[in-house]
Nanobody, 122 residues
């Protein structure tokens, strides 16, 4: 059974850090582009960052450039999103997803995780 499971979300103060993990089972993560997306209450889901299968191509949303870092460990079938200098506007449910082609468009993704809540608040 193909499955993506996110973890690492939680409540953090502004300026703090979190590291999200996306673990895959039932398929080989190394063959896929992985994207992190987020959806805040009342807003559309948007792409945060995407990483190609070999990690040779990475894209960040302008809103997170310089603060977030995406990485992958194909041997562990896991992709990470390191989030630093968090802001209240980063509050959202964060999802990871897998695509067989490189894209940061959600419609191009085949598999999705269930999401993990990130709340940035004092």
């Amino acid at each position: 059974q193909v499955q993506l499971v996110e973890s690492g979300g939680g409540l953090v103060q502004p300026g703090g850090s979190l590291r999200l993990s996306c673990a895959a089972s039932g398929f080989t993560l190394s063959s896929y582009t992985i994207g992190w997306f987020r959806q805040a209450p009342g807003k559309e889901r948007v792409a945060v960052s995407c990483i190609s299968s070999s990690a040779s191509t990475i894209t960040y949303a302008d809103s997170v450039k310089g603060r977030f870092t995406i990485s992958r460990n194909n041997a562990k079938n896991t992709v990470y999103l390191q989030m630093n200098s968090l802001r209240p506007e980063d509050t959202a449910v964060y999802y990871c997803a897998a695509s067989s082609t490189y894209s940061c468009r959600g419609s191009r993704y085949d598999y999705w995780g269930q999401g993990t809540q990130v709340t940035v608040s004092s």
